[in-house]
């Protein structure tokens, strides 16, 4: 509301990477929900050597960090799922590289059991470089416009924890409304 009164654009909670360990989890576990199967747990351990990873070894920073990345993949659900996710470890010698590891056990037809594991190397800083280079772009454009507060498409398409969580295919499709004038937010 603060942002609207004033007659500027807000967007974000923790930025989606390019290609990243959520939103790699995330398009996973829809496809174990679009093809039928039931998901009973999920993990998403991270570890890194970089800033962010350090910063992480408090609690007290790592809360609200746990709390957008179990959200973005929860909300894809529509049941509960004994699920954990959040950074694990900061392990110097990695610098600025990410190694996530995903688990998903779920069941198929016949209650037969599925168990998907995957391993994700990535630079870390960079991953997010073209997804801020679009936040940039699309604030830009709310500011041209005159739109203030919440932009729900953008935050929606670039961010973990969103005003409107949606999955990334509808999330995209409001971006790109957004920026063809189709979409007031």
Not at 23 to 29: F, G, K, P, S
Not at 38 to 50: A, F, P, R, S
Not at 109 to 128: C, I, R, Y
Not at 155 to 161: Q, V
Request: glycine share 8%.
């Amino acid at each position: 509301r603060k942002f609207r009164e004033a007659g500027i654009p807000i967007a974000g909670d923790d930025v989606k990477s390019q290609l990243g360990a959520t939103i790699l989890h995330r398009t996973l576990v829809k496809l174990f929900l679009d093809r039928g199967v039931t998901i009973d747990e999920t993990y998403q351990l991270n570890v890194g050597g970089n800033t962010d990873f350090e910063n992480m070894l408090y609690e007290e920073r790592l809360k609200t960090k746990r709390i957008s990345k179990t959200e973005a993949v929860t909300s894809l659900v529509p049941y509960e799922v004994a699920t954990r996710i959040g950074p694990s470890d900061y392990v110097p010698f990695l610098k600025d590289k990410k190694i996530c590891y995903l688990y998903i056990k779920g069941r198929n037809f016949g209650n037969q059991p599925v168990v998907l594991t995957a391993k994700l190397e990535v630079q870390d800083s960079p991953n997010s470089a073209g997804i801020v280079i679009d936040v940039i772009r699309g604030v830009k454009i709310a500011l041209d416009r005159g739109v203030s507060g919440a932009l729900t498409s953008l935050s929606a398409y670039a961010f973990k924890h969103p005003p409107i969580q949606v999955d990334d295919n509808t999330a995209k499709k409001w971006f790109i409304e957004f920026i063809e004038g189709k979409r007031g937010r």
